[in-house]
């Protein structure tokens, strides 16, 4: 009787162990919807909102040309053109972010981790941001003899052009914005800098939240607000962190990257 008693009182305890856990797997499903909503409303009103102003510019230019082409002068065509180049990049841009981070939410991205030759991934990023950056002053400072890690070249350099593009966007023309790579006993650092008014939020993490944007930005380079998630997504998924912060000692920010040097590899 008293080892019936005992096993009625296990197979109590089982039960009560095997609910909670259900109801746990329940409330995780039901917080992952929660989640998966949340970020779908938010990119439906990206796609609604933000996808369209380019398109709307391009439309607007090729209709023009299409309409008074032949009463225009050069100037005014080039300048037409340029419009539907740059909104063209701009929205090519902001699709990328947009698949970018579906496949960072469906965990199907694989880096390909690589020996990287550091300096020559930030000199392809300041290129390719250049004209987004063209009121701005920029600089490159690369460690001499700075060891090569196993990286993602892709990934490592679409997280630089993030944060460049976004550096852009919220420092005023003519300040400067610098990259710098250096190491530590078994570390990678890769330091962007700006001469902004540095993160007004009281917590800079908050600038790597989805769909984030700040009301210092330049307007008329609006953007999907994904360009930070983005970038830690990249980052994490190559092993390394990426800490935001205000500088020290004067005004402006800095996003710094740091990975795990598993060896000293030389150039």
Known sequence: MEQQGLLDALGDQTASAIESVLLAKELDQARLDAE????????????????RTPLASILGATSSLESYGDKLDNTARQELLATIH???????????NLLDMTRLEAGALQPRKERVDVGEVIASALSRAARLLCGHETA????????????????????????????????????????????????????VTDGGEGFSVRDPEAAFSKFKRFKSADRSRP??????????GFIEAMG???VARNRQ??????????????EKHKK
């Open 36 to 51: 998966t909503d949340k970020l779908r409303g938010a990119l439906l009103t990206s796609i609604s909102h933000d996808l």
């Open 86 to 96: 740059d909104e063209a990049e701009r929205l090519n841009r902001f699709v990328a």
């Open 140 to 191: 490159m400072i690369i460690e001499p003899d700075l060891p090569m890690p196993l990286l993602d070249d892709v990934l490592l350099e679409q997280a630089l052009f993030n944060i460049l593009d976004n550096a852009g966007k919220y420092t005023p023309p003519g300040t400067k914005i610098v990259v710098t790579a250096s190491s530590g006993a078994d570390t990678l650092l890769i330091r």
């Open 223 to 232: 953007g999907t607000g994904l360009g930070l998630a983005i970038t830690r």
């Open 240 to 242: 390394g962190t990426i």
């Open 249 to 262: 000692g004067c005004s402006g920010a800095e996003l710094i990257m740091i990975f795990p040097l598993a």
